[in-house]
T-cell receptor, first 116, second 113 residues
Framework: NAGVMQNPRHLVRRRGQEARLRCSPMKGHSHVYWYRQLPEEGLKFMVYLQKENIIDESGMPKERFSAEFPKEGPSILRIQQVVRGDSAAYFC??????????????FGAGTRLSVL | AQSVSQHNHHVILSEAASLELGCNYSYGGTVNLFWYVQYPGQHLQLLLKYFSGDPLVKGIKGFEAEFIKSKFSFNLRKPSVQWSDTAEYFCAVIFGGYQKVTFGIGTKLQVIP
């Protein structure tokens, strides 16, 4: 009964490189959320996806950031041309289909991105 | 604007002391309320939740929280903390049935043996 799986746990990139963060939701969950935790700050919502659809991306920076949740495979958060300010912990959460219970989000262990 | 406030950013207690962590939110409509805990090096775990019904909710590991609608508060309590409760605690709110969770800044709890 695996939980939300994120990989890699730690990712180091140089400025200008691309970062790809992966998230596999819990079995049976069709909703995925990405959050970012900057040092000394709480988690901030970035994007909410269902399979093949972006539902709410109001927390995503307008440039360089994108997310997808394809029909097959994990959800991907992609950061192009990383800058030092992108260094943070990125958490993924998943929840069951709406209407099949309370909307409880289960979190992965996070990916810690360090930009050199 | 909708927001979540946690009053204490860093709390230090001795074992067996009582704990109360404050959480307030700003929103006049329906809310779903949560407390999550993050132990060092681990992922966020759900401690307890409130959706409806009895405003006093009990969670895992002896934690409880009380929703006071008139005060827009959802404070976390534990009568007697243990060293193993050392962690960071996040209050979180879903506003108005939307899906995204808004988190407070977190409270780091350190329990001294």
């Amino acid at each position: 009964n695996a939980g939300v799986m994120q990989n890699p746990r730690h990712l180091v990139r140089r400025r200008g490189q691309e970062a790809r963060l992966r998230c596999s939701p819990m079995k049976g969950h069709s909703h995925v959320y990405w959050y970012r935790q900057l040092p000394e700050e709480g988690l901030k919502f970035m994007v909410y996806l269902q399979k093949e659809n972006i539902i709410d991306e109001s927390g995503m920076p307008k440039e360089r950031f994108s997310a997808e949740f394809p029909k097959e495979g994990p959800s991907i958060l992609r950061i192009q041309q990383v800058v030092r300010g992108d260094s943070a912990a990125y958490f993924c959460a998943s929840s069951p289909t709406i209407g099949q219970g309370e909307n409880i989000q289960y979190f992965g262990a996070g990916t810690r991105l360090s930009v050199l | 604007a909708q927001s979540v406030s946690q009053h204490n950013h860093h709390v230090i207690l001795s074992e067996a002391a009582s704990l109360e962590l404050g959480c307030n939110y700003s929103y006049g409509g329906t809310v779903n309320l949560f407390w999550y805990v993050q132990y060092p090096g681990q992922h966020l775990q759900l401690l307890l939740k409130y959706f409806s019904g009895d405003p006093l909710v009990k969670g895992i590991k002896g934690f409880e929280a009380e929703f006071i609608k008139s005060k827009f508060s959802f404070n976390l309590r534990k009568p007697s903390v243990q060293w193993s409760d050392t962690a960071e605690y996040f209050c979180a709110v879903i506003f108005g049935g939307y899906q995204k969770v808004t988190f407070g800044i977190g409270t780091k709890l350190q329990v001294i043996p």
